[in-house]
């Protein structure tokens, strides 16, 4: 059986060739042809582009690069602050911001600021503090400012645990003050009335030990105080404090009704001896607040994060913006492909006009894209 015979593919070949030969010629002429616009267009566009980049003011940029110990606060949380706008207003009220942005209102000037800050933190935990400005010299110390800024915040807010239960014993003081000032006066104005004789040992020794049980549960309290700063429901030693406490409420209780009910004391020494014991209670309430405020003073030190500046800003030399070789460039090439684009587009309707049947076609076509 004869072997079937294949196809001359050579003309095939030949006119495919001939095509992209036609095509390539073509797209050259057309290149040629606007050879002013596609080359004298990106060149004018550059020089316009350098011209306005030289009106354009420089603006530079410092940088310093802080480490913060967060031993009780994340680092998420120190670049909230950063962000805040308790850090906007004080640079702001620092530097005085509002005519160097030359904005009408504090709200534009902090979102001015806002836009001249960026802060990131890196993968090893350093936090990059970057500010932008005119001057070279307000933007070193502005970066340089945060970290000083940031440790005052830190502090003033009180983040820590140690921080806030300080704040809670300080509220309470006042109060403590005030009451143990008026049992001392309570006392005194009793000594002053007289009628008070000595009582017999027994009941010496029960003003005693009542007196000693009001110390412990003033100094239980205080104890509760300063371990219910956060969650106390959780805290196992809080509910055991708690259930001593009460256990010491019911020691006094007794105490104090085998107090009353000796019968051997008269009303002025009974009033006489509750004076001095709760003069005793305030007293020692009192002076634990002000040991447990001294505690949490020196807790909050340590425990209050340390900015650590691994780098200061330095005054920049160089400007950081405007980017004026890359604006030029960018410029020039995006005129050079409208040129191009420009070109064939006006090569493809000059060959329009002189086909009639590509004239009907485009005819056509804008007659459906008409909008009725």
Same mark, same amino acid.
């Given at each position: 059986?004869?072997?079937?015979?294949?196809p001359?593919?050579?003309?095939?070949?030949?006119?495919?060739?001939?095509?992209?030969?036609?095509?390539?010629?073509?797209?050259?002429?057309?290149?040629?042809?606007?050879?002013?616009?596609?080359?004298?267009?990106?060149?004018?566009?550059?020089?316009?582009?350098?011209?306005?980049?030289?009106?354009i003011?420089?603006?530079?940029?410092?940088?310093?690069?802080?480490?913060?110990?967060?031993?009780?606060?994340?680092?998420?949380?120190?670049?909230?602050?950063?962000?805040?706008?308790?850090?906007?207003?004080?640079?702001?009220?620092r530097?005085?911001?509002?005519?160097?942005?030359?904005?009408?209102?504090?709200?534009?000037?902090?979102?001015?600021?806002?836009?001249?800050?960026?802060?990131?933190?890196?993968?090893d935990?350093?936090?990059?503090?970057?500010?932008?400005d005119?001057?070279?010299?307000?933007?070193?110390?502005?970066?340089?400012?945060?970290?000083?800024?940031?440790?005052?915040?830190?502090?003033?807010?009180?983040?820590?645990?140690?921080?806030?239960?300080?704040?809670?014993?300080?509220?309470?003081?006042?109060?403590?003050?005030?009451?143990?000032?008026?049992?001392?006066?309570?006392?005194?104005?009793?000594?002053?009335?007289?009628?008070?004789?000595?009582?017999?040992?027994?009941?010496?020794?029960?003003?005693?030990?009542?007196?000693?049980?009001?110390?412990?549960?003033?100094?239980?309290?205080?104890?509760?105080?300063?371990?219910?700063?956060?969650?106390?429901?959780?805290?196992?030693?809080?509910?055991?404090?708690?259930?001593?406490?009460?256990?010491?409420?019911?020691?006094?209780?007794?105490?104090?009704?085998s107090?009353?009910t000796?019968?051997?004391?008269?009303?002025?020494?009974?009033?006489?001896?509750?004076?001095i014991?709760?003069?005793?209670?305030?007293?020692?309430?009192?002076?634990?607040?002000?040991?447990?405020?001294?505690?949490?003073?020196?807790?909050?030190?340590?425990?209050?994060?340390?900015?650590? $500046?691994?780098?200061?800003?330095?005054?920049?030399?160089?400007?950081?913006?405007?980017k004026?070789?890359?604006?030029?460039?960018?410029?020039?090439?995006a005129?050079?492909?409208?040129?191009?684009?420009?070109?064939?587009?006006?090569?493809?309707?000059?060959?329009?006009?002189?086909?009639?049947k590509?004239?009907?076609? $485009?005819?056509?076509?804008?007659?459906?894209?008409?909008?009725?």
């Amino acid at each position: 059986m004869p072997e079937p015979t294949l196809p001359n593919l050579s003309p095939y070949k030949h006119d495919d060739m001939m095509e992209d030969e036609i095509s390539l010629l073509d797209l050259a002429i057309t290149l040629a042809k606007h050879k002013k616009l596609i080359i004298g267009l990106p060149f004018i566009v550059a020089m316009l582009a350098a011209v306005g980049t030289l009106i354009i003011p420089n603006t530079y940029t410092a940088t310093t690069r802080v480490l913060p110990s967060v031993a009780a606060i994340p680092k998420e949380t120190l670049v909230s602050l950063l962000n805040s706008q308790l850090m906007s207003d004080s640079l702001i009220h620092r530097f005085r911001l509002q005519p160097v942005y030359q904005t009408r209102s504090h709200l534009s000037t902090r979102k001015a600021l806002q836009d001249a800050v960026k802060i990131v933190i890196a993968k090893d935990g350093v936090i990059d503090i970057s500010v932008d400005d005119k001057s070279p010299q307000r933007a070193a110390l502005m970066a340089n400012s945060f970290p000083v800024i940031l440790q005052q915040i830190t502090h003033n807010f009180g983040l820590t645990e140690a921080a806030q239960r300080r704040r809670l014993l300080e509220r309470q003081l006042p109060d403590a003050k005030h009451v143990f000032d008026q049992a001392e006066l309570d006392l005194n104005s009793v000594r002053r009335g007289g009628g008070i004789d000595k009582s017999d040992e027994r009941v010496q020794e029960l003003v005693r030990k009542s007196s000693e049980l009001k110390a412990k549960i003033a100094m239980k309290e205080v104890e509760l105080v300063t371990m219910g700063v956060f969650d106390p429901a959780r805290n196992p030693n809080y509910i055991r404090t708690q259930q001593e406490l009460s256990d010491l409420w019911s020691e006094f209780s007794k105490v104090d009704n085998s107090t009353m009910t000796t019968g051997k004391v008269s009303d002025a020494e009974l009033d006489y001896l509750r004076k001095i014991r709760d003069l005793n209670y305030n007293e020692t309430r009192y002076d634990q607040l002000l040991k447990q405020i001294e505690i949490a003073k020196a807790d909050e030190i340590k425990e209050t994060p340390s900015i650590q $500046v691994l780098e200061r800003a330095d005054i920049p030399e160089q400007h950081s913006k405007p980017k004026r070789a890359m604006i030029v460039m960018t410029s020039a090439l995006a005129a050079g492909f409208l040129a191009i684009l420009w070109a064939f587009i006006a090569e493809a309707l000059q060959k329009t006009k002189a086909d009639e049947k590509r004239k009907a076609g $485009v005819h056509l076509l804008l007659t459906y894209l008409h909008w009725k």
